[in-house]
Structure formats: C-alpha cells, structure tokens
C-alpha cells in the first residue's frame, strides 16, 4: 500500500525508487538476480489475469509491477493491475485506527471528521409499539469530496448522491467500511492518472527499457502478447444487414457464438444495453444492477455462456470463478434453476440506467422489434 499511496499522491519515479530500493531508476535492474526479476513478472502476469491476488505485496516486488507497466505501455493492463492492487489494500485499511485512516484519506484529498458522541443519528426503523431503532453516522465528508470519490460508484443506487444524508454540505456514513470504500476510489483514480502520464513520458520509458537485461526484455514483449486479449477491446463495428444472424424471422432462434456476431447485432440492442456495454468495452468497472441487465439480455437473446464469460473478463476487477457461477446461476444452471430476465424498463429507470425513451416495456422488446424490422425489409 506504501508504493500506491505515493503513486497516488504524484511522487516523482525516481525519487520513489530511491526511497523505497535505495537506486535510482536506470539502476533498479541491478539490483535483484534474474531469476527473481522473472518471478515479479510471472506474478504480474498471474495479478492480470486475475489468478492469484494476495492481499498485499512486498514494496519492492509492487514498485517492480508499475515498472514493467511502463515498459508494456498499455494503460487498460495498468488500470487493471491498480484496481486489484487498491482492492487488495481493503484489508489493510479496514485494520487500521481511525485517526491513521483519516490521515491516509487527508492525503487523497479527502476531509473525512469523526464524531466520538454521535451526535448525527438516524431513526431507521419504528415498530408497532413505537420503539425505535437508531444508527449512528459517526463519519462524515463534505459533499462535493463525496461526490467526486464516488463518481465510478454512483451507478449503485446505495452510493448515488441523493440516497444519502446530507446536513449542512457534509455526507453522514454509518459504516467504516463505506468510508475504507471511498479511500479505494480516490486512491484508484489519483493512480491510474498519475500511471498515464508516465506510460505516456517516453524518456521514463526509454530510461526502463535500456536499463532492462535483454532476456527479461524479451520476456516482458512476450508477456504484452500474451495479454493482447486485455488490452484491445472489442471493436465497435458498423452492422452488415446481410448476415446470416437475420434469416429467420423468429429472432428467439438466434445462437451467438462470436463477437463477429455480437458486433453485427449491437447496433439493434435498447441504447441502455449498448451503453453498457460500451462501459465494459472500455474496461470500466460495473455496477451490481448493470451486470446483471447486461448479462440477462445477453443470455436471453441467445449469447453463448462462454462467450458472455470471455466478453466480462474486460472488466478490471475480474474474477472467473465468482463470474461464471454468477452467469450460470442467471442461466438457469444452477440454484433455483430459475432464468432470469432482464429488469424490465421501469426498473431500468429507477436505477438510473435508462437512457432514452424507446416506447417498450423491457429492453428484449426493443432488440425483438429491430430484428423484425429487418427482416420484413429483406423480404
């Protein structure tokens, strides 16, 4: 957590690695044997893919991480790898005091204060004899810091600005875990910009390739290969009306089975589904409620599990055990063997994720009435 704090605050790279490895960047190389360099890049490797995340890494081993970022120069690896990394920093955070949590927030620009008496309190719930259940909210934070830390988060309706309670500019939380949440967020995003920029400064990366033993060199080319499927979204091509997708009349017959495919029907999905969709394409973390309308529609409208699965290892903050149980719990395969639909507009709407008004009441309908549409302009 040390290195990304200091990441997150825009601490320069060279003072950094001499802080924390005792050399200077162009030196940092000579400083360990091969064979452990290697097995940094090998667990870099297993971090991406989203196969063996510890909850924390040595400093020195996490600082080598961002250094063989920069030499791959692919901002969705880098986004990637600090979401997992800052996830990883939960823990860490949840254990400390608070006066050390507040301090660590102070730092990301976050003014949270403490209320030791509790003088904000909350009446949650009265029952029939008129006792009362009340939550105190001892952290507060002023609300346009609120809003900003939680932006990516909003989507969640328990996170959206107007769910909370707000009194005289400050945001009141009930739960430390809430506020341990927003620290991630702010960290997260004061990382990933600063990362950008240097993936962008060609003398930082210049410097870390020729300082680089050629093996490893060839190692870390082989390992941006490798994860070429990570860093290259799906492409968002124009539709082909010709394509064999739209020969049956009765759409519910549709078996897709490649993103060829995919991309030749996005074009006919509801704008709330493409809209999410394209938030995954850009490697965006999703809401609850968005992977679940996403997955549903996809699975309803005849997407191959296997597929879905391949399409949600975009996301950042990937796992594919926890997923593929998720998809094929929404499928019907397991747990109640119930398959599910998608939210159905009105719903859509309280979530905030509708986008436009397209006069249907689920967004199946929409995708239904486009490919008949279609097909009654072939005949």
Not at 2 to 21: H, I, R
Not at 51 to 57: L, V
Not at 94 to 111: F, P
Not at 221 to 227: D, F, I, P
């Amino acid at each position: 957590m040390k290195v990304l704090l200091a990441v997150a605050m825009g601490k320069n790279l060279d003072e950094l690695c001499q802080a924390m490895l005792g050399a200077p960047l162009h030196e940092i190389f000579d400083l360990y044997p091969e064979d452990v360099l290697i097995k940094y890049l090998n667990d870099l490797k297993d971090i991406l893919e989203g196969r063996s995340i510890k909850s924390s890494y040595p400093s020195d081993e996490t600082l080598i991480h961002i250094l063989y970022l920069l030499v791959l120069r692919s901002k969705s690896l880098a986004h990637r790898f600090l979401t997992y990394l800052t996830k990883a920093t939960s823990k860490t955070l949840s254990n400390l005091l608070d006066e050390e949590l507040l301090r660590i927030a102070k730092s990301l620009g976050l003014n949270f204060k403490i209320d030791n008496r509790c003088d904000e309190y909350i009446i949650e719930f009265v029952d029939e004899r008129g006792r009362s259940l009340t939550s105190c909210y001892r952290y507060s934070l002023p609300y346009y810091q609120y809003i900003e830390a939680t932006l990516r988060l909003s989507k969640d309706l328990k996170w959206k600005f107007t769910n909370q309670y707000v009194k005289k500019g400050m945001v009141y939380l009930r739960d430390k875990r809430q506020v341990v949440r927003i620290i991630e967020e702010a960290m997260l995003k004061r990382t990933v910009d600063h990362l950008d920029k240097l993936i962008t400064d060609n003398t930082v990366v210049e410097v870390l390739s020729r300082s680089i033993p050629e093996k490893l060199l060839d190692r870390i080319k082989a390992l941006s290969n490798e994860l070429a499927y990570y860093s290259t979204p799906l492409h968002n091509n124009t539709a082909r009306s010709t394509s064999k997708e739209f020969e049956s009349v009765n759409s519910k017959e549709l078996k897709i089975e490649s993103y060829e495919q995919l991309e030749n029907l996005k074009p006919y999905f509801p704008p709330c589904i493409q809209q999410i969709l394209d938030r995954l394409l850009e490697k965006t973390n999703l809401s609850h409620q968005e992977r679940f309308a996403l997955a549903t529609f996809m699975i309803n409208i005849g997407v191959e599990l296997e597929l879905l699965l391949e399409l949600f290892k975009l996301a950042p903050d990937f796992n594919e055990r926890i997923a593929r149980y998720q998809i094929e719990h929404l499928a019907g395969l397991r747990g109640s063997r119930k398959k599910y639909l998608p939210y159905n507009c009105d719903t859509m709407k309280v979530m905030n994720l509708c986008v436009s008004e397209c006069g249907v009441r689920n967004p199946l309908t929409y995708f239904y009435r486009q490919l008949r549409r279609v097909n009654k302009v072939k005949k």
